[in-house]
């Protein structure tokens, strides 16, 4: 997993509980009080290490996991990704055009960072007019997945509904 992941987590975790929050994050992880993910941004950092620091620090943050995706995946969709990745975001009008071209993006992304793994999706849509998409990842956050979806509702603004169908799908309806 990228270090960009990481460097929004630590930024989400300051933003919504304060520095000293982070540093009992850090050290719950064993990072050195003064470790910051700013230069790990490009790095690749270890799947397990990557899933074991959300999960120590929702538990030292004293909340649910999902909780703490929905931070996260708000501060990814409203400040971080839209200052990154402005190209998409200026195209996109809707939740729902931006779900359409995840897939696409991953491949640019793909393109411009080497080694980079990050989640495929599949789409088919319904006779009733809701897509059915696939998120396709060894990394098992299918979790955060919805939790960005529900960032990128409000930054456009938008009400997507949204039923899990299965271990990895979801069934969406846009308004």
Not at 58 to 67: M, Q, R, Y
């Amino acid at each position: 997993m990228k270090g960009t992941i990481h460097y929004c987590l630590e930024a989400t975790i300051k933003e919504n509980y304060g520095d000293s929050a982070w540093a009992k994050c850090q050290q719950a992880v064993g990072l050195k009080k003064s470790h910051s993910f700013g230069q790990q941004i490009l790095k690749d950092i270890n799947e397990e290490d990557s899933i074991k620091l959300f999960q120590l620090s929702a538990e030292t943050l004293n909340i649910d996991l999902k909780t703490l995706f929905d931070q996260f995946g708000d501060y990814w969709c409203l400040t971080y990704a839209p200052k990154m990745y402005p190209q998409f975001f200026e195209k996109a009008q809707s939740t729902k055009d931006m779900l359409v071209g995840l897939d696409h993006i991953q491949q640019v992304v793909i393109g411009k960072k080497p080694g980079a793994k990050p989640p495929r999706f599949t789409y088919e849509w319904q006779k009733d007019g809701r897509l059915l998409m696939t998120y396709k990842s060894e990394r098992g956050l299918f979790e955060l997945f919805e939790s960005l979806l529900r960032g990128l509702d409000k930054r456009f603004d938008s009400e997507t509904s949204i039923e899990r169908v299965g271990d990895n799908s979801l069934l969406l309806g846009f308004q």
